[in-house]
């Protein structure tokens, strides 16, 4: 990392600014979005049950072209219209609610998610116990625990919650995990669950495409002398990947729009890297170089 340089010579460098190739959509959102825009260019609106993506920038863009954002408690009043289900996936109910209000379906869950569905289903059986490593409240975890009727299941967001849980040793144990947490975060919970109950099993349902992110964006964090993430303040994966970018470098920053960034975060710095979470649009990151490129720009004249 460099020092900073005196405040006489901060306002000569001219940084080099790089975004992050390890940053923005995953496939699963880019397929959303593009059933969305698909629909969109041959209709005037589409209804989406909840945010198309956690990033309220891309909300806004495809808003403008006709995305209506709606809630569960608006389905009954939409009978016979046309909903996009997004990549986080729904529970069984929202289907049935659709099938009694004639309701058609763009169904754009992510295939990775409808597996760990479909795997947890499988196995919703009297005297199963099922651990789920995720976020309470988080659509893609809301959308697990609608697969689950008979079992008992535990819903945990750390390893030391592990220990307190009232579980039965006797029972088949299974552990799963909402598919963009931390690979780090799994494997303590996995440990903690294994010292209680060693006969559990393990299912590693993490999305490689997300958590192979983690050792490039570490990288490319060192490389820089300071780091922009930008990422919707409601993305569950934004936090979780700027926590590690911030443990690579403190020169880190979190920011969900240009207008956010502060200008004494950048002085001194020759290489100014652009980060971004599975739900961070690569329009908006180039947003955010140009908008800092433009900066010092102006600077120099």
Known sequence: MHPLPSESSASSVKPVVTISSASGFCFGVVYAVEVAEAYLAEHPYLYCLGDIVHNDEEVKRLQEKGLRVISHADLPRL???TILIRAHGEPPETYAIARQYG??????SC??????????????QPGVQI???GTIGHPEVVGLLGQIQQADVFVVSSADEVAHLPLDPEKPTYLFSQTTKAPALFAAVAKALQDRIPHAIIADTLCRQVSNREPKL??????????IFVAGRKSSNGKALFSICQAANPRSYYISSPEEIQWAWLEGAERIGIAGA?????????????????????VAR
Do not use: C, Y
């Open 218 to 227: 570490i990288q490319f964090a060192r490389s820089q002398d300071v780091v």
């Open 103 to 108: 309701i058609q379906l763009l169904d754009a």
């Open 131 to 133: 651990l789920l490593l």
């Open 278 to 298: 599975t739900s961070t649009p690569q329009w908006l990151m180039e947003q955010v170089k140009a908008h800092i490129e433009a900066h010092f720009a102006q």
């Open 79 to 81: 009978a016979g219209e």
């Open 111 to 124: 295939p990775v998610v409808l597996k760990l569905q479909n795997r947890i289903r499988e196995l919703d």
